[in-house]
C-alpha cells in the first residue's frame, strides 16, 4: 500500500534553534517527493521538490535530502524563526500516473 | 499575479442546505484540483480536471457532491444536502500545463471553511 508517515506529529523549539523533520514513505513506482510548508489559516506553499538522483537540496534555510534507497526523507529547518510555526507536509508522487500521496504533516511550533 | 482565489472563506450552514464553494484558479494553469482537509484525515483529493474536463471524481465522497468547471477561469464545488460531517476546509489548487504532471507543483487557494451544525 502506497503510504506517506512523517514524524514527530508535533515540534515545539525555540527561536534560533535547529530541528529535522521526518517522512518516510512506502510508494512505488516513486517519481518525486515535495515538501510543502502550511501557514495556520492558508493553503500549503511548495518549498521544495526532490527527484530520485538528488540527495540535498537547500531553499535559504530549509535543507531537504533524499535516500531513495531507504525511502526516506528529512527537512532540515536552521535558525528557526517565529516565522517558520506551520505545518509542513510531505508528498510523494507515483510515477505510473497521476497520484500525490499525502502525508499527514508536522504541526511546528516555535518560541521565543 | 493573482493567485487562486475562492470564495467564500467561511461558511456556516445548517444540516440539509445545499452549499457551494467557487474557485479561480491561476491564468493559464490547464489543472485545477478540489481537495478537503480535516484534522482526522489530512488532505484528501475530491477531483481533478484538465482543460475544463473532470479527470478523476473517485475521490468524491457521496453523490451528495458535484463540481463542475464550465471554463477554464471558474469552478465550483457543490454540496447538497449537507451533513455535518462535511465540515473540513476545502482547498483549490492550480497546476500549470506540464506533460508530465507528476513534476507539477500545486498552487493552493486561501481554502473555504466549511461548517454544518
Known amino acids: 500500500k502506497n503510504q506517506v508517515e512523517q514524524s514527530p506529529q508535533s515540534l515545539i523549539i525555540l527561536e534560533g534553534k535547529n530541528c529535522t523533520l521526518q517522512?518516510?514513505?512506502?510508494?512505488?513506482?516513486?517519481?518525486?517527493l515535495r515538501w510543502y510548508k502550511q501557514d495556520t489559516g492558508r493553503g500549503p506553499v511548495s518549498l521544495t521538490i526532490m527527484t530520485f538522483s538528488e540527495n540535498t537540496k537547500s531553499n535559504g534555510r530549509y535543507t531537504a535530502t533524499l535516500d531513495a534507497d531507504t525511502k526516506q526523507s528529512s527537512l532540515h529547518i536552521t535558525a528557526s524563526q517565529l516565522s517558520d510555526s506551520a505545518s509542513y507536509i510531505c508528498?510523494?508522487?507515483?510515477?505510473?500516473?497521476?497520484?500525490?500521496?499525502w502525508g499527514a504533516g508536522t504541526k511546528l511550533i516555535i518560541k521565543p | 499575479d493573482a493567485g487562486v482565489i475562492q470564495s467564500p472563506r467561511h461558511e456556516v450552514t445548517e444540516m440539509g442546505q445545499e452549499v457551494t464553494l467557487r474557485c479561480k484558479p491561476i491564468s493559464g494553469h490547464d489543472y485545477l484540483f478540489w481537495y478537503r482537509q480535516t484534522m482526522m484525515r489530512g488532505l484528501e483529493l475530491l477531483i481533478y480536471f484538465n482543460n475544463n474536463v473532470p479527470i478523476d471524481d473517485s475521490g468524491m465522497p457521496e453523490d451528495r457532491f458535484s463540481a463542475k468547471m464550465p471554463n477554464a477561469s471558474f469552478s465550483t464545488l457543490k454540496i447538497q444536502p449537507s451533513e455535518p460531517r462535511d465540515s473540513a476546509v476545502y482547498f483549490c489548487a492550480s497546476s500549470p500545463p506540464d506533460r508530465e504532471i507528476l513534476t507539477g507543483e500545486l498552487f493552493f487557494g486561501e481554502g473555504s471553511r466549511l461548517t454544518v451544525l
Open positions: 508528498v510523494v508522487s507515483l510515477d505510473s500516473n497521476y497520484q500525490l500521496i
Open positions: 517522512c518516510n514513505y512506502t510508494v512505488s513506482p516513486f517519481s518525486n
